[in-house]
């Protein structure tokens, strides 16, 4: 019988998070700060808009672009937040989350051969994309001792003549690191200089805790080099709504929609009403959680340190990376441990590239309590590790 798969998918392995999330759900008493998730519900505001959108019947097709009043309220929020300024109309599309945007970049961009950039440690679908959209991925391996930044000399190590796109993950998942000016500066010189693309990924750009965050398509020259993503996910905790955008000049961004056209057809329009109302009264929702992660950040370094456990400071988004190098096992081995002795679920390093070996990601995007608790049981698991060392 012929095999019905194709060697390109099933070449793709499947995502290393999931594994531990299915041990514990068989498990009681566990507690999770494996999910890259929002604990907050929908503010209010947001949900009784997308209520009021399905009450008054707006149960249609949008335009395959998105909802109009919606691409013009974020052309605002792009330029009051970012400086960065986009045509709703040729330079914006509304997608299934961050994640279709992507996707569709890749597709829309990418001949057989065509080499992609993606630092690593970082988000799992970069690389999977890639391969599906029939490019090469090509990981640059980011330092600890560097803050996991992507910097100008890695990239410039990096580049061949096949290079055409580097993907941008930042604020970062996993690591929670940031790009300064200073960074994004010294990369777009090379990028320029070497005429390549970005997929800039700025579904974190909103929670940063050391200095607003930058988007590299606000730099002199990058904006015509650049597909910005966003979505609705992260900042306002709306993640199971399905909402992204992706903003591009119109050449690239043209052959994204046609992509979309025929894959999706349109973003789900109750969270496209609802998200107008996110994104043009949900400013203050946005400070007040940001605010709480932050005290949850610096609770969670504060632990570490008195753990004795190795983490640089993360800036960006909601996880932090700590070292376990000195156990002498490896990071999946440590979770699985953990787990099976304290019913307590990280995410190894390698989940997000071989170069997170020796790590952990650890989200916060947990209330205080659940990570005091979490916390203790991890001390407990560590003074008992270094106690058989």
């Known amino acids: 019988m012929r095999n019905p798969l194709s060697e390109r998918i099933t070449d793709i392995p499947f995502s290393g998070i999931r594994k531990f999330f299915d041990i514990a759900a068989e498990m009681e008493d566990v507690i999770s700060l494996g999910v890259g998730e929002p604990d907050f519900d929908t503010p209010w505001h947001i949900r009784d808009e997308g ?34 300024s986009y045509d709703y109309e040729t330079e914006m599309m509304i997608t299934v989350g961050g994640s279709e945007a992507i996707d569709l970049a890749m597709r829309a961009m990418l001949d057989p051969g065509d080499e992609v950039l993606i630092p690593q440690p970082s988000y799992v679908s970069y690389v999977p994309c890639a391969a599906l959209a029939n490019g090469t991925p090509v990981v640059i391996n980011l330092k600890e001792e560097n803050e996991f930044r992507l910097t100008a000399w890695e990239l410039k190590d990096a580049i061949t003549p096949r290079t055409k ?21 010294a990369i777009a010189e090379i990028i320029r200089e070497h005429d390549l693309y970005v997929i800039s990924d700025e579904i974190y750009a909103e ?33 199971g709504w399905r909402l992204g955008y992706a903003c591009a000049p119109k050449v690239v961004l043209e052959q994204m929609l046609k992509i979309h056209q025929y894959a999706i057809m349109c973003a789900p329009t109750t969270s496209q009403y609802a998200a107008v109302e996110a994104v043009r009264n949900g400013d203050e929702d946005v400070a007040g959680m940001r605010e ?9 370094i504060h632990r570490f340190q008195e753990m004795g456990l190795s983490c640089f400071e993360p800036f960006g988004a909601f996880y932090a990376f700590p070292c376990i190098k000195e156990f002498g096992m490896s990071s999946d081995e440590f979770a699985t441990r953990m787990l099976q002795e304290e019913k307590v679920v990280v995410v190894p390093g390698t989940a997000f590239g071989e170069c997170g070996e020796g790590f952990l990601r650890i989200s916060y995007a947990y209330s205080l309590e659940k990570l005091e608790e979490a916390l203790n049981r ?12």
Not at 64 to 76: Q, S, T
């Open 292 to 300: 709480e992660y932050n005290g949850r950040r610096r609770y969670l």
């Open 51 to 84: 209520i009021y959108s399905l009450e008054k019947g707006r149960t249609a097709y949008t335009s395959n672009a998105g909802l109009k009043e919606l691409k013009i309220e974020i052309a605002r929020y792009l330029e009051r937040r970012f400086q960065v």
């Open 165 to 185: 796109i580097l993907v941008l993950p930042f604020p970062n998942n996993p690591t929670g690191a940031i790009m300064e000016r200073k960074d994004l500066e």
């Open 378 to 389: 991890m001390e407990g698991f560590i003074t008992k590790l270094r106690q058989q060392i």
């Open 207 to 239: 929670l940063t805790y050391q200095q607003d965050h930058v988007s590299i398509a606000s730099l002199p020259g990058m904006r015509e080099r650049t597909v910005l993503i966003n979505g609705f996910s992260k900042a306002y905790s709306m993640t």
